[in-house]
């Protein structure tokens, strides 16, 4: 196969494909409507690039594997603070609470400027527009690093920018993939994408940690990922070739409409919105455990009075100083439980869509429901047994991530692929705004608000650890709500994929500003 050629007239034209004559029926319904066959389209075609050269597999394979790379150093970054945010509460001399604005200034511009790189994405060239975001996001988190320590909020206001770059990136590498594969090959590369979240998260704090021990400054934990993003700026000019919005679903007949519109008709797909909300109860829970699970472990470890070699296997922290173990043994949970958790969800979706369209909903529904009881009772034991509570938390990340491709491919196969970059801001937007923008401040105010309850000095570690405990109660209470929308967006989830595909393929009309039409009327559109 060398080119997927858009037709030209009333027939669909597939080069070096068998062509199917076996489909008798009438090309008029028995309404009365004409009938246009659905373009079958295989897992992967080589579709065509922006400048009409083809790409080819092994080149759409390569730019999977560069935005994996990028997604990894985006989640590495974003985590090696949690990694060192013992070492950066005590060079800053920080509150519970001034913790968690240093998460929550990133995850507030990331979310402002998603909707802007959404529509850019929609756009403009989309390699182009990563490009410049990552150079961004390496030049300020570098800059970052250099901030002395009695100006807390310029270092602040530099992880505040950081979110600027990233919002560049996670609007529109999926769109990209999207666009490259279809069907379950794009499900893998999604799964392989995603894989970037749970494995750069645990390597920041494995990174960070012992990166901050080596050279006696949790600064340089800062300085690893900007060099290597420069790195992958440059394979994006180089190798990444654009390939052109909807090719690779047979989506010929598209055409941008209008940002309001665009937003508008998004809005109106009901699985897109409750699964958006479903997301935004993920990223509570899982931006208020990022940051605090691992100085919470840390004072809980320090509230029972045990050293570093009992706080996990022994040939993981023989000779480590108590921070620097449990940063490395949450970054080891991290990466398994994301291994696992990603892949998992995948697979188990995959084989269930057999035999079930509804599939990829209640697998998601699924995993935020059956961590519940693995993060309340980790945070039960905590007081007592540490490996248990590793071990809880754990199978606990492990069901959170097994969403975390699902969702995605979700809102591909329900978007039109002209407005799933402007999709993907607003899924971003609301469910950081909602979600891990609020949750560690929200975590770190309700702590510090019972340490008043203590007689014990605030900063104390079983003072710490109480009133820690407390306040994490509220993510499993969260999970459970968002398997709720979870299971709602299930009912919605067939529908909306049919409609989008119908838009995709010519067989409904891209609803414009003022249009009234349903995605389900029999209207036939000609190829341009």
């Not at 850019?120 to 989309?126: A, K, S, V």
């Not at 590793?390 to 097994?402: A, D, K, R, S, W």
């Not at 104390?460 to 968002?482: D, H, M, N, R």
Request: net charge negative.
């Amino acid at each position: 196969m060398r080119k997927f050629i858009p037709p030209f007239d009333d027939t669909v034209q597939l080069d070096d494909m068998p062509v199917d004559f076996s489909d008798t029926a009438p090309i008029v319904d028995d309404d009365g409507n004409q009938r246009r066959p659905e373009i079958e389209v295989p897992d992967h075609v080589v579709v065509a690039s922006e400048n009409n050269d083809s790409i080819s597999r092994a080149t759409a394979y390569a730019s999977v594997a560069i935005l994996l790379c990028i997604n990894l150093l985006n989640y590495m970054d974003r985590y090696t603070v949690a990694g060192v945010l013992k070492d950066i509460q005590d060079y800053y001399q920080l509150e519970n609470s001034e913790d968690g604005l240093i998460q929550t200034v990133f995850v507030i511009t990331y979310m402002v400027f998603s909707p802007i790189f959404g529509f850019l994405g929609d756009r403009f060239t989309r390699k182009y527009l990563m490009a410049a975001g990552i150079l961004f996001w390496s030049a300020v988190t570098f800059l970052g690093s250099m901030i002395p320590r009695d100006h807390f909020y310029a270092f602040a206001l530099m992880r505040a920018l950081v979110g600027v770059g990233e919002a560049s990136y996670s609007t529109i590498a999926p769109t990209i993939i999207a666009d490259l594969f279809t069907g379950s090959m794009r499900s893998r590369m999604l799964m392989i994408f995603y894989f970037a979240i749970p494995v750069g998260s645990g390597l920041g704090y494995i990174v960070g940690s012992n990166i901050a021990k080596a050279l006696g400054a949790w600064q340089w934990a800062l300085r690893v990922t900007p060099v290597l993003g420069v790195v992958c700026v440059i394979l994006i000019l180089v190798v990444l070739k654009e390939p052109k919005r909807g090719m690779s679903e047979g989506g010929v007949t598209l055409h941008n409409t209008s940002y309001l519109t665009d937003l508008k008709e998004v809005m109106k797909i009901p699985s897109f919105v409750l699964a958006t909300i479903g997301f935004t109860c993920v990223t509570f829970t899982t931006g208020a455990l990022a940051l605090w699970a691992p100085l919470f472990m840390y004072d809980s470890i320090k509230a029972q009075g045990k050293e570093a070699s009992q706080a996990g296997p022994n040939y993981l922290c023989a000779g480590e100083p108590l921070k620097v173990c449990v940063a490395f043994t949450f970054g080891i949970i991290t990466v398994l439980a994301g291994f696992v958790g990603v892949a998992l969800g995948a697979e188990i979706s995959r084989r269930y869509k057999k035999i079930n369209p509804r599939a990829d909903p209640l697998v998601c529904a699924f995993g935020l429901l059956t961590c519940v009881p693995f993060l309340f009772f980790a945070l039960v034991l905590s007081q007592w047994y540490t490996v248990p509570t590793y071990i809880l938390i754990f199978l606990g990340e492990t069901m959170l991530c097994l969403n975390w491709s699902i969702i995605a491919d979700m809102l591909l196969y329900v978007v039109i692929p002209t407005r799933r970059s402007t999709a993907e801001s607003v899924q971003i937007l609301v469910s950081h705004a909602f979600g891990d923008a609020g949750s560690p401040y929200i975590v770190g105010l309700v702590s510090q608000a019972l340490a008043k309850n203590y007689n014990a000095p605030p900063r104390s570690a079983y003072v710490q650890y109480k009133t820690l405990q407390l306040a994490l109660y509220v993510t499993p209470f969260i999970c459970v709500l968002g398997g709720g929308f979870f299971l709602a967006t299930a009912l919605f989830i067939e529908k909306d994929k049919s409609n989008a595909m119908k838009i995709t393929q010519g067989q409904a009309p891209v609803q414009e500003a003022g249009d009234t039409d349903s995605y389900d009327d029999p209207i036939i559109l000609s190829y341009e």
